[in-house]
Structures are given as structure tokens and as C-alpha cells.
């Protein structure tokens, strides 16, 4: 990114935080949490707090950050070196990123350029370029509506499981748009705020359908079918037998037209016989699972981006999710304004902010509203010449 580049987009971040300060809310128990940010020269800074809402502003306006961070921890000292601050709890938290949905979109509008021949194609960034086997590959990843869709539907699976399985109130959990390429989802104010690392990685493995197999189903190679009609879930079961029983009591199989959802399970069974019916069941455990990031769940000293802040590759703001079935990201994360401004797009897919349609765009200068030329600039595809 050149020099204009980063003052302009420096200049349009002050702006959003001046004009709309009062907009920023503090996290809950703002004191005991450590906050971090990073500068649009990539610097990361970390170890800071702050005492009330006026100073947070203060500081967003000041310091114009590229992207700003809050710990899911609470701390005795946040200030103090990471095996000082004397942990205390921290929030439950998951990310949802369209990173780890393979939409078939991706291979229409993700690219990847080989950084040593040049060499360019759709999809998915290969190992090595298949041209000069270099490994230097530059991955130009896109979001649009169908990824961030996906993502969202990866959200309300996920939230099922927070209610449903693990008994937590809607009160206690908190869903956003990242503000990128995915959701997230906080649980505050929880009896699950002291879970030590090794708690968490049960959750995630849990929400991920990791572990599960057939015998927790109550179906094993050795056992009899009157056992296995014993043992097998009903639709109305709790947790992942009943998520099971439930899809196997709606799908269609052979016009197979009994209510009886362990008869239909065993007739299934009997068809596909053990090995495909292992991995069929492997399948459903992949649609019902949640794509989360476990690594973000598991980490309890994690920073994560602040609410109503602005994303510095979008130039959108992680913004609370009121009602998620009817968030459009495209719409209603969208922070910055219309003001006018020229730019040079090297490339760009077509868009949609506002319900205003941008591009398809190559190697051309282009007047765009400030919304649109931040957010293709945030993603590296234009610049301010
Ligand atoms: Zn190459
Ligand atoms: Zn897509």
C-alpha cells in the first residue's frame, strides 16, 4: 500500500471515530480486560486498558487504528506481561470465518498469483505454483453474499448448540458480523467464564461433531438388531442423538414410509451395511456440525476484534447481530459514507453495498462512493495514485 494510500485511508478511519464516537460501547467489565491494536503499518501493539468509555474514544480518534482488540479474558493486571496479569475467567467465544466453508463461489472469485513467475488462476491457492513449483503464492481471497451466508448459517447451528445442548441463555450470548469474512459469537456473564483451555477444546470438539461415532449412537458391528433397536436415539432425544434420529426421521430413502425412526435407521443400516453407513453418518455429523475455529475458542487469552469498531481490510464494522436472520452484512455493517473518491483498481469482482452494484473492475481508475474504494483497498486490489 503507498504512502496516499494509507493517509487517505487513515484520514477516512479518524473521521468515522470522531463523527461517531458515541456509537463505541465498552465492553462489560472494561478494567479488567487488556486491549490491543494494530497500526496500518502492521505494528501490533498489545497490553493496554483503558479506565472508562471517554478514554477508548479518545484513543480511536487519536490513534486512527487499523484494527482494534479486546481480551475475551479478564485480569487482575491486563497491562502487565501475559504470565503477570493473574487470569481471572474469560468469555466463551467463537469464530466463524468463510476461510473454513469450502463454497463452490470460492472457485469462481478467490485467485492466487505465483510471486515468482507471475503465473494467475481461480481457486484455491495451491501448494506450490504448478508452473515453476515456486512456493511463494500470493492468495487474493474474495467474500460475497453466498460465502458470508454460509458463514451465517454456521451461526445459528452454532447457537442451537448453546441454547439447546449447553443449556446457555440467549441474555448470555452476543452475535456479530466480524466485520471481514465470517460471524462471532461471545458468551458473557456465564458459569462457563472460569473453563480452563482443555474445558473449551470439549466444547469445540462437541460443536464440531468430533468423536462421535457409531457406538454413541448405539450402532456396533457386533451388536444385534433387537440391541440396537435398544439403543438407538429418538428424534426427540437431547443433544447429537437426537440432532441424528432427527435428520434420519426426515430424510427420503427408497420411499421407506415408517414413523419409526429406529426401524428406519436399522433398515438403512442393513442396506448401505457397516462401512457406508459409518461413512454416511460421518457426512450428516458434517452438516449438523459448526465450522468454528477452534483454535479461537480454546485460546483464553485471545484478543479479539471490538464491537463497533472498524475492520481494516473492509472498512466495515464488527457489529452486533440484533436479529440474525435478517442481517445483511452488505447493508448493515457498512460504516463509512458516499463521499467521492478516485481510485486505480487493479481488479476487482462485481459488489454490492447499499444495495448499489460496483464493478466488475480491471486495471482502471474509478470514482467510487468512500465506502466501496475503502473496501477494495482494504482487500489490496486498489490504490490512491
Ligand atoms: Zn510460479
Ligand atoms: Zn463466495
Known sequence: MNEKTVAVLKQAFKEFYFKNAEKI???????????????????????????????????????????????????????????????????????????????????????????????????????????????????????CPLCLKATKDEAIKLMDFLLKDFGITKENIEVYFSGGRGYHVTVERSALEELDQLARSEISDYVSGIGLNLESLGISKRASYEKMQRMLPLANDSGWRGRIAKFFSEMEFECYNSNDVKDKMIYIYRKMKHKNFENFVGEVIGKLSTKIDAMVTTDIHRIFRLPNTLHG?????????????????????????????????????????????????????????????????????????
Open 313 to 385: 481490510s473492509t472498512g466495515m464494522l464488527k457489529r452486533r447481530c440484533d436479529d440474525l436472520l435478517s442481517f445483511d452484512p452488505f447493508i448493515d455493517a457498512v460504516a463509512l459514507g458516499e463521499e467521492p473518491m478516485q481510485i486505480f483498481v487493479d481488479h476487482s469482482p462485481k459488489f454490492t453495498l447499499m444495495g448499489k452494484i460496483f464493478g466488475p473492475y480491471k486495471s482502471e481508475r474509478v470514482k467510487l462512493p468512500l465506502m466501496a474504494a475503502v473496501y477494495l483497498i482494504g482487500k489490496g486490489l486498489a490504490e490512491v495514485d
Open 25 to 143: 460501547i465498552t465492553p462489560i467489565r472494561m478494567k479488567e480486560r487488556e486491549f490491543g491494536y494494530m497500526s496500518f503499518d502492521k505494528v501490533m501493539v498489545r497490553h493496554l486498558s483503558f479506565q472508562t468509555e471517554g478514554d477508548l474514544r479518545a484513543f480511536l480518534i487519536k490513534e486512527m487504528p487499523h484494527s482494534v482488540y479486546y481480551s475475551c479474558a479478564y485480569y487482575y493486571e491486563p497491562t502487565f506481561a501475559m504470565d503477570e496479569k493473574g487470569w481471572k475467567g474469560a468469555d466463551l467465544i467463537f469464530d466463524i470465518d468463510a476461510d473454513d466453508i469450502p463454497t463452490r463461489c470460492k472457485e469462481e472469485h478467490d485467485h492466487w498469483i505465483c510471486k515468482d513467475c507471475n503465473f494467475m488462476d481461480k481457486g484455491k491457492r495451491p501448494d506450490k505454483c504448478p508452473k515453476c513449483e515456486g512456493m511463494r503464492i500470493d492468495e487474493k481471497n474474495w467474500v
